[in-house]
């Protein structure tokens, strides 16, 4: 049941505030109060940015990360290894691999995992333009850096059978992470340990055949 804090401005801040991820009524009722005992730029300037990001921000037409511009400054930087290509579930996930220092590819962000149970689909992701990038482009490893969890597990091995026809290294990430942890919540060094130490697709599925 929402709480009336006796104004219809406030409730309404606190309403939106608290539809954010992580941010329950109390939070919400705290982080207004704060904004409002500011100056009054201090809120112009949160509210300008939240407007300018959602208006110019896009996803990156090669490999759907998030961009200012039609190519992302990834794809678009020629000191990264183009031949290499690491998948992911989310942009968050970018931002936790590119935070190990270890991957000096390129990257292709899905859009989510196969879940059947929550109506996602392998038509619903970037699965189909991710094959079209190995095939028109000299790509020689893709790199398959889902969280290990079952939607995960499902989702590499549905992008393994779509590459399998392909001259590609397909690779994946070591188990060093834990079972059904998300990718986003790795440590840095175990991450990093895990891209370097990373295995061949093929080898960890031969009891599945």
Do not use: W
């Not at 992302?72 to 290894?81: K, L, Q, T, W």
């Amino acid at each position: 049941m929402e709480q009336s804090f006796n104004s219809r401005l406030l409730d309404n801040a606190v309403a939106e505030l608290a539809k954010l991820p992580g941010i329950g009524q109390k939070t919400a009722l705290r982080l207004a109060l704060h904004l409002f005992r500011q100056e009054k730029n201090v809120a112009l300037d949160l509210g300008k940015s939240i407007i300018d990001m959602r208006d110019n921000i896009r996803y990156c037409k090669c490999c759907h990360n998030i961009s200012e511009n039609e190519i992302c400054p990834v794809c678009n930087d020629p000191r990264r290894d183009h031949s290499i290509i690491c998948v992911v579930e989310n942009v968050k996930d970018v931002i936790t691999v590119e935070s190990t220092r270890e991957h000096r590819g390129l990257y292709h962000v899905l859009g989510g995992l196969i879940s059947p149970l929550e109506g996602v689909s392998p038509a619903d992701l970037e699965i189909d333009s991710l094959v079209e990038r190995v095939e028109q482009n000299k790509v020689s490893e893709v790199i398959l850096a889902l969280s290990p969890t079952m939607e995960g597990d499902t989702t590499n091995f549905y992008i393994y059978r779509k590459l399998a026809h392909l001259p590609v290294k397909i690779t994946m990430l070591a188990r060093g992470l834990s079972i059904g942890n998300e990718l986003e919540y790795a440590d840095e060094l175990t991450l990093g340990r895990s891209i370097q130490n990373r295995m061949l697709f093929s080898d960890t599925f031969h009891d599945r055949q």
